[in-house]
């Protein structure tokens, strides 16, 4: 995976959020009197905590304490984040990607799709850490997003995969996704869905809080309900769109 450019501070404050340098001094002022917390946060950290929170001082001190110790506990997604040989295997054969344009509500889309069927090269636990992983670096080079949705693409997803599912490692992505991402969250839409897949739909929904589960949306196949929330030509052109190749699109993120 090449090396990522974060954006920088002063592109940052240039956005129209509202956010000040010295909002971000004061959330800065609070964090270096808590010795529970890691002092390495980076500023567009904070903004993106600040950004998410909607502005709130005591929201995003509440938020950055849940973060990180919701980080802390889930120690398959968060311990050890790097290139190591299950990773790598992970970004070989699953896709994620940001779309080149934002859903009609002005949301950023990040984009998924299983580019390998083969069951016995699928690792629940390190599929979230990769997924996780690509989203902070995508959060780092663009910095604070309006609104954050997902598209999970199905296609090619075989029965075999369920067997590959822990319960402990679905309830510890229920509990960290999505109130601790560090964006706000609006959706996640499930597109080209084989039927054996509601099961594991079903089992996520039993975790989540009820806010949640309304924001879990399934899109059958043969609707047109997904053109309602985006441009369908942006999505890639094995899953209809006029955008890169799924290829193409890998390499974006490698």
Request: aromatic share 12%.
């Amino acid at each position: 995976m090449s090396a990522r450019k974060r954006i920088s501070l002063e592109e940052e404050y240039s956005k129209p959020t509202g956010i000040t340098a010295d909002d971000i001094a004061k959330l800065r002022q609070w964090l270096d009197t808590q010795p529970h917390l890691p002092k390495n946060l980076t500023d567009l950290d904070l903004i993106l905590i600040y950004h998410k929170c909607d502005r709130s001082l005591q929201v995003s001190k509440q938020e950055i304490d849940n973060q990180y110790t919701l980080r802390t506990l889930f120690t398959s997604f968060f311990k050890d984040r790097g290139l190591d040989k299950e990773t790598e295997t992970f970004f070989q054969t699953m896709l994620v990607t940001v779309l080149p344009e934002r859903s009609k509500a002005g949301d950023t889309i990040f984009y998924g799709r299983m580019l390998d069927s083969d069951v016995k090269n699928f690792d629940f636990a390190t599929s979230i850490k990769g997924i996780f992983m690509a989203l902070d670096l995508w959060q780092y080079e663009e910095g604070t997003w309006p609104g954050l949705i997902f598209i999970f693409d199905l296609q090619g997803i075989k029965m075999g995969l369920l067997s590959k599912l822990d319960i402990q490692n679905l309830q510890q992505f229920a509990a960290y996704f999505p109130e601790a991402l560090l964006a706000k969250f609006n959706g996640v839409h499930f597109i080209n869905m084989p039927l054996f897949m509601d099961r594991i739909n079903t089992l996520i929904k039993v975790f989540h809080k009820t806010e949640f589960i309304q924001k879990f949306i399934v899109h059958q196949n043969g609707s047109n309900t997904l053109e309602q929330i985006i441009d369908i030509d942006i999505l890639p052109k094995e899953a209809g769109g006029k955008f890169k190749s799924l290829a193409e699109c890998q390499l974006i993120l490698l």
